[in-house]
T-cell receptor, first 114, second 114 residues
């Protein structure tokens, strides 16, 4: 069955520190992969996506993610976190033949200390 | 501004009330979605519409009734809800051509059922 696991429910970092949010997926073929961010009281905003090609993808707000097929992972990284990055982050996987059905992880809440 | 708007942003209703949630997208997309977001659970896909036709009903109880009069508007009619239906209801849309597969989300309606 398709699934997405975000093992870290809550992460706290200091402003300026580096960040890595983990995402592991279970899928029978190469999926489409997404990272979304949700600020309090807001909907989800797409940070970046992987469809094919270069396995290191760049997104908005200085985020990047690397698709590692051998590890079934799509971890999100940022070299230097800003206080405004505090939010909830969701990893999602979609089928190449049907991107209507995205499978989301349970999210990782990021807290940033000054 | 994501281009997907939802009204109302907050709704409190009793179990015997009838209310409707509205979603409107100004992006020219032809696929629209309703999701339910509950605390500590992954986003749950409820309904999918493609070109105004319902293409997915993810075993949603009949007390939730969607309506898609055109490709820009999506409604979720609510009646005789239960307290466990309290959640954030998110609308999303997606283009169905051009190779883009990401879904664009609205800010959500926070629903409380008393």
């Amino acid at each position: 069955a398709q699934s997405v696991t975000q093992p870290d429910i809550h992460i706290t970092v200091s402003e300026g520190a580096s960040l890595e949010l983990r995402c592991n997926y279970s899928y029978g073929a190469t999926p489409y992969l997404f990272w979304y961010v949700q600020s309090p009281g807001q909907g989800l905003q797409l940070l970046l996506k992987y469809f094919s090609g270069d396995t290191l993808v760049q997104g908005i707000k200085g985020f990047e993610a690397e698709f590692k097929r051998s590890q079934s992972s799509f971890n999100l990284r940022k070299p230097s976190v800003h206080w405004s990055d505090a939010a909830e982050y969701f990893c999602a996987v979609g089928a190449r033949y049907n991107t209507d059905k995205l499978i989301f992880g349970t999210g990782t809440r990021l807290q940033v200390f000054p | 501004e994501t281009g997907v708007t939802q009204t109302p942003r907050h709704l409190v209703m009793g179990m015997t009330n009838k209310k409707s949630l509205k979603c409107e997208q100004h992006l020219g997309h032809n696929a629209m979605y309703w999701y339910k977001q509950s605390a500590k659970k992954p986003l749950e896909l409820m309904f999918v519409y493609n070109f105004k036709e319902q293409t997915e009903n993810n075993s949603v109880p009949s007390r939730f009734s969607p309506e898609c009069p055109n490709s820009s508007h999506l409604f979720l009619h609510l009646h005789t809800l239960q307290p466990e239906d309290s959640a954030l209801y998110l609308c999303a849309s997606r283009p169905t051509s051009g190779g883009d597969h990401e879904q664009f989300f609205g800010p959500g309606t926070r629903l409380t059922v008393l």
